[in-house]
């Protein structure tokens, strides 16, 4: 999640790692492979795109057993209608009576929402048989994965694809036998049409097309957590990164979008060799998908024809995936203890890349206010609670108050030995299923300090502090000044053990005099002395620590509308009929959040706007449009019926959509919104561009598709997180901050480095 760009695309082309599927087998299943040991699969397919079939035969070695008995049982789960048999003789196979798996609405395993066919068997093997083959064919195919406008805010998800336009076959397509959740090592080889490739983890070691078939083995020696199939009628690019093979398919031949990634791969692989440690695989490949997909996985990632063509994807989404190879699918994630390898890899990638464009304070700003505005008292989880995302509140938990937790860490223990600390957590921990607590450790190790409160406060507890400043007074000291101030935790529960970062500037200095004082009950009164008069106080003025924004630290946004409970939303009964029906379609299909409770009406069917919800206006002829000059004031901004300028751009009744945000004239504690377009082909476009710009306060867009043309955030105009001081006698009147000291990046990038 970026703060300056917030697109469709961006917000897609997120990670979907390997989850964790204990979950489904801890219904069930005895547990006889042990999560910890590793099982190894020879596996020879043959793919049938034509007929959506695939024939597999899968040697699979069992790790030695704990206790060695005369026969061993047992059970894996497989696709549905595949048919296995045992081609090792005295080996049994029986099908048991479980037909479906229940599956978690979070699961990578969902099909479609609904059940995931799969099959149970049992498998008798005689005394010190460790390795045995199977055979089976049969049919995979499930529908391609809806993209709706929940989609900004979740993945779409596929359980499985074999069909003429490619392959999608994932651990949770359970298209090989899955015993557990064990960790494999495996070997693919793949007959496959003539025309196609396909992608695995690990190396490829063979590839070569003979008569009228293409044959392809992968293999990976390491540790992974599934083994993936996924490929299609794909042309390949390569070129050597040091010793790693960067490669790109893409589905139209497209050479100068395939050497953009190239590079871009050895530039990233070379930047996160050096800070975090060697990458872990053979091979990068970026591969395109036939469908619009933001997927990290082991080695690979799968980006969809539009998200991987638009221009940014390679400077922003491209690294964080790159990462993830460190992150997720280099270190694995014990699911179970909280997932905690999208907030480490937004920090060392989105929020990094922030830090080189000397945007990291606005990015962190936007990430409090997604947190703000989303995440109500009742929709909290702590970070031990969360797995994947599938919703705005839990994105903002999952990747920001875990990137935020990481900065603060940063800030904690010094540049240098965060750096080392990820090193030695990276190391120490590769190919293996770790939780927070293994950070801990190496947090611990490497400072010496005992990190456990800083963990349980940040971990294991929902919640954010709120902060509240008071009684601030200042009194000539000796030569210099006294300054003294009142802090107060405002949060329900208890104190948070906070370092309260503070700026104050004083009279004749150019740069802010800066401090932290520690916090570790609800209230603190802390006195600084200072060399000359303060005029101004400013409390956490970088958004360093992860808390609860004040909303007077907000600007009106459009999240503060996806994230509210209650919202209404008025049509104009005022326009002309096709541009009414074409407002009713944009209403019912506009996005919210699930617990949202959305309430559509006629603007003539009600006397005022009311006061106690979040409101969208929709339509130039909308009735209630004069409030939302009203609010605009402030800004200096002037709407008239001709059009409005925003941030210097004119906007157009007849030829822009405007999208734009202000405070409920009566209460500032609400939004209200307004959408208007004369143009009733770019309505559905805009349904589905406009929340993938959350934290802006407006928006123009221009032409069919349509095409965003302006964006920004209303100035903050009053902070309470800001004291202003009484002035000393004849001292010009100041207002604006004074600058901070300018920050290092964590590290800084060569500009050969896309950024
Ligand atoms: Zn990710």
Not at 186 to 193: E, H
Not at 370 to 378: A, E, I, L, Q, S
Not at 536 to 548: I, T
Not at 706 to 711: A, E, F, L, S, T
């Amino acid at each position: 999640m970026t703060a300056s760009v917030a697109h469709k695309a961006q917000c897609m082309a997120r990670c979907l790692w390997s989850m964790g599927l204990s979950l489904l087998f801890g219904l069930f299943l005895p547990i006889l492979v042990s999560a910890h040991q590793v099982i190894r699969h020879e596996l020879h397919v043959v793919l049938q795109p034509d007929h959506h079939t695939l024939q597999v035969t899968d040697s699979i070695t069992l790790p030695e057993p704990l206790h060695p008995s005369d026969t061993e049982l047992q059970y894996f789960v497989l696709h549905a209608g595949l048919s296995p048999l045992p081609l090792t003789s005295g080996v049994q196979l029986v099908r048991q009576p479980t037909a479906t798996l229940p599956v978690p609405g979070d699961s990578h395993a969902s099909a479609g929402g609904t059940r995931l066919p799969l099959e149970r068997y049992a498998v008798m093997l005689p005394a010190g048989t460790r390795t045995f083959a199977l055979q089976y064919q049969g049919a995979i195919r499930h529908a391609a994965p809806p993209q709706s406008p929940q989609d900004a805010w979740s993945m779409p998800e596929n359980s499985g694809m074999l069909a003429t336009e490619g392959v999608y076959l994932s651990g949770a397509t359970y298209w090989y036998p899955r015993f557990d959740d064990e960790l494999v090592t495996f070997t693919l080889d793949v007959q496959l049409p003539l025309a196609w490739e396909v992608v695995s983890q690990g190396e490829r070691t063979r590839h070569e097309r003979v008569n009228e078939a293409t044959y392809v083995r992968w293999e990976s020696p390491a540790v992974q957590e599934d083994v993936y199939l996924v490929g299609g009628p794909l042309t390949e690019y390569r070129q050597p990164a040091g010793p790693v093979q960067a490669m790109v398919f893409l589905r139209t031949p497209d050479a100068p979008v395939a050497q953009k990634y190239l590079d871009a791969t050895t530039q990233y692989l070379g930047l996160y060799n050096a800070l975090l440690g060697p990458y872990p695989y053979p091979k990068f490949a970026l591969v395109e998908n036939s469908w619009e997909s933001g997927y990290g996985m082991p080695s690979f990632t799968l980006l969809g024809s539009k998200v991987l063509r638009l221009p940014f994807i390679v400077s922003s989404s491209y690294p964080h995936e790159i990462l993830h190879n460190w992150w997720g699918n280099g270190v694995f994630v014990d699911v179970q203890q909280g997932n905690w390898c999208e907030g480490l890899t937004a920090y060392l990638a989105d929020h990094l890349l922030q830090e080189q464009r000397g945007s990291a304070t606005a990015y962190r700003h936007a990430t409090l206010q997604r947190y703000t505005d989303y995440v109500g008292m009742h929709s909290d989880i702590p970070l031990t609670a969360f797995r994947t995302r599938h919703s705005a509140a839990t994105a903002a938990v999952g990747y920001g108050k875990a990137l935020m937790f990481f900065h603060m860490l940063r800030q904690q223990v010094g540049d240098d030995a965060f750096i080392k600390v990820l090193q030695a957590f990276y190391r120490d921990n590769l190919f293996q299923r770790v939780s927070f607590d293994a950070l801990r450790r190496a947090f611990a190790s490497v400072t010496g300090e005992d990190m456990s409160e800083v963990f349980q406060q940040w971990v294991t507890r929902p919640g954010a502090p709120e902060l509240r400043v008071s009684t601030t007074t200042v009194q000539p000291d000796g030569q210099g000044y006294r300054l003294s101030a009142v802090l107060d935790q405002v949060q329900p529960g208890p104190a948070y053990r906070l370092q309260i970062p503070l700026a104050v500037s004083l009279q004749g200095q150019e740069l802010a005099w800066q401090t932290t004082v520690p916090m570790a009950e609800k209230r603190l009164e802390f006195i600084l002395r200072l060399p000359t008069q303060p005029w101004r106080v400013d409390v956490d003025p970088e958004f360093d620590l992860f808390r609860r924004l004040h909303r007077e630290e907000i600007p009106p946004a459009l999240t503060q509308l996806f994230g509210a409970d209650k919202v209404l939303l008025l049509l104009p009964a005022a326009a002309a009929t096709e541009l009414k029906q074409g407002y009713r379609r944009l209403a019912q299909a506009w996005p919210q959040a699930s617990s949202q409770a959305l309430e559509i009406r006629w603007d003539q069917e009600i006397e005022a706007l009311p006061t106690d919800r979040a409101v969208w206006l929709f339509g130039w002829e909308n009735r209630f449009l004069p409030e939302v000059t009203t609010a605009l004031a402030p800004y200096g901004v002037g709407l008239t019926y001709e059009g409005v300028r925003l941030n210097g751009t004119p906007l157009t009744r007849e030829q822009h959509a405007v999208v734009l945000t202000v405070r409920h004239p009566r209460n500032p504690q609400q939004t209200l919104a307004w959408v208007a377009i004369q143009n009733v082909a770019a309505l559905p476009g805009l349904g589905r561009k406009v929340p993938h710009y959350g934290t802006y306060s407006f928006l123009g867009f221009a032409g069919d598709e349509p095409v965003n043309i302006v964006k920004g955030q209303w100035p903050v105009l009053a902070s309470p997180m800001s004291v202003l001081l009484t002035p000393a006698p004849g001292s010009p009147p100041q207002e604006a901050a004074t600058q901070l000291a300018p920050r290092h990046p964590l590290i800084s990038l060569p500009s050969s480095v896309p950024h």
